[in-house]
């Protein structure tokens, strides 16, 4: 259980039965944090999970990876790379896949593959690290999917 602070907005940070849970509660007052990481254990212990905020779009990974490439990696000088370990991470995930639907184990499948393929743990990094930015991104910059 912890808020901590990002910028000007605090966070929280709580784990119940073993799952955790992060979110910002849209707010530069500490002592309001508090209360809404209390309020969030609460729920969380009572099996009532928050709801996705209203209005937030669902991406699938393509939709996800489309938007990164024309706002984040547009102007990158390893756009290509970058576009490389898009389309491999793209032939095990399918681009119709919900952000949602990411888990830890499709991950780890993921890497499982690409170690078979023959892929060094340098390559494998890559392209973990392009995945990872772009969920970064869509959760905590785009508000796509929740923690």
């Not at 393509?62 to 938007?67: I, L, N, Q, V, Y």
């Not at 990411?102 to 340098?122: P, S, V």
Request: hydrophobic content about 35%.
């Amino acid at each position: 259980m912890a808020v901590y602070k990002r910028g000007s907005i605090w966070w929280i940070d709580v784990v119940v039965q073993g799952k955790r849970h992060r979110l910002s509660a849209e707010t530069m007052d500490r002592h309001e944090a508090l209360i809404k990481e209390a309020e969030l254990k609460k729920k969380l212990m009572n099996g009532i999970i928050p709801p996705p905020k209203a209005g937030v779009r669902e991406y699938t990974v393509g939709e996800a990876f489309d938007r990164m490439m024309r706002e984040h990696w547009h102007n990158a000088k390893s756009r290509e790379s970058i576009q490389s370990c898009i389309n491999i991470t793209e032939q095990f995930i399918s681009p119709h896949t919900p952000l949602k639907d990411i888990t830890e184990r499709k991950i780890a499948e993921l890497q499982r593959k690409l170690r078979e393929m023959g892929n060094t743990d340098t390559s494998i990094n890559r392209k973990m690290s392009t995945l990872s930015t772009m969920l970064d991104t869509a959760c905590y910059k785009w508000k796509a999917i929740s923690v």
